[in-house]
Antibody
Framework: QVQLVQSGAEVKKPGASVKVSCKVS????????MHWVRQAPGKGLEWMGG????????IYAQKFQGRVTMTEDTSTDTAYMELSSLRSEDTAVYYC?????????WGQGTLVTVSS | AIRMTQSPSSFSASTGDRVTITCRASQGISSYLAWYQQKPGKAPKLLIY???TLQSGVPSRFSGSGSGTDFTLTISCLQSEDFATYYC??????????FGPGTKVDIK
């Protein structure tokens, strides 16, 4: 059984960066394809990017290209999502999630609030 | 990019009702379609994948159908715990996903 435990809520000022972590247990990170999905308050789910097992690269949604970086530390089985140049519209719950197509497992979510 | 739409966006129903939610893809996605249930403050939960395969542990009152561009999620006999928001997701373009905008089911 995969468990994904994310870091705690963050409050950031516009223009800052945030880095959210996602600790994997039950499996090793190398056995999974990790993705990140966000949800603004009262809004739907938005895929941000994730690992492409075909070519071993991380791909990003065009909307976030240049602003998001997803990394993995396989020594600690922890995935990270860093979003830079934050603006108020980035206020959202950020989820790490994994699955081979359908997403079987989700982290509990991390609320990132961007406010001056 | 593949776009997903859902209808209706929200509706009210009563316990015991049979409810159907529709999801449409902007291009054919075969059966690469999943359905999720989300309750307030919680992460989404996978209900159905491959358009019609029930995820382990999901009650049999949930069912899915469709292929190509048109899909439906049916709840045969709505229970109190089913009041939630439902999302469809295409994974035809995996690892690029697209979610539908969601359908909120609330109590009449």
């Amino acid at each position: 059984q995969v468990q994904l435990v994310q870091s705690g809520a963050e409050v950031k000022k516009p223009g800052a960066s945030v880095k959210v972590s996602c600790k994997v247990s039950g499996y090793t990170l190398t056995e999974l394809s990790m993705h990140w999905v966000r949800q603004a308050p009262g809004k739907g789910l938005e895929w941000m990017g994730g690992f492409d097992p075909e070519d071993g690269e991380t791909i990003y949604a065009q909307k976030f290209q240049g602003r998001v970086t997803m990394t993995e530390d396989t020594s600690t089985d922890t995935a990270y999502m860093e979003l830079s140049s934050l603006r108020s519209e980035d206020t959202a719950v950020y989820y790490c999630a994994t699955g081979g197509g359908p997403i079987d497992y989700w982290g509990q979510g991390t609320l990132v609030t961007v406010s001056s | 990019a593949i776009r997903m739409t859902q209808s209706p966006s929200s509706f009210s129903a009563s316990t015991g009702d049979r409810v159907t939610i529709t999801c449409r893809a902007s291009q054919g996605i075969s059966s690469y379609l999943a359905w999720y249930q989300q309750k307030p403050g919680k992460a989404p939960k996978l209900l159905i994948y491959a358009a019609s395969t029930l995820q382990s542990g999901v009650p049999s009152r949930f069912s899915g159908s469709g292929s190509g561009t048109d899909f439906t999620l049916t709840i045969s006999c709505l229970q109190s715990e089913d009041f939630a928001t439902y999302y469809c997701q295409q994974y035809y373009s995996y690892p690029r996903f697209t979610f539908g905008p969601g359908t909120k089911v609330d109590i009449k």
